[in-house]
């Protein structure tokens, strides 16, 4: 919903083959379990045991998260008014 602060630290929901990683980690993505640990939409070792990226999932690493989010100065920190939630729940879920 055009959140970068949601987007740059928690992702996006329909992602499964990459979460992203804090600027600090140096890479821009934590690889997800069972899926290969580089952007790729092909079969990624010999005997194809992990699963590609998906076009979506490789398209919103290259188009979203390395042009947005490499432009914070900082890695910001949400703490909510209540003690509770995240920052898609804020106001709304999204």
Excluded at 59 to 84: E, K, L, M
Aim: proline letters at 12%; glycine letters at 8%; hydrophobic letters at 25%.
């Amino acid at each position: 919903m055009d959140d970068p602060f949601v987007y740059c630290t928690e992702g996006c929901k329909e992602t499964k083959a990459w979460k992203p990683a804090p600027p600090y980690a140096g890479v821009g993505y934590i690889p997800q379990l069972g899926y290969c640990p580089f952007p790729t939409t092909s079969c990624c070792d010999s005997y194809c045991i992990l699963q590609p990226w998906s076009t979506d999932d490789f398209n919103d690493y290259f188009q979203n998260r390395v042009r947005i989010c490499p432009r914070a100065h900082t890695d910001g920190s949400w703490v909510p008014r209540d003690g509770q939630g995240s920052a898609a729940d804020t106001p709304y879920s999204h």
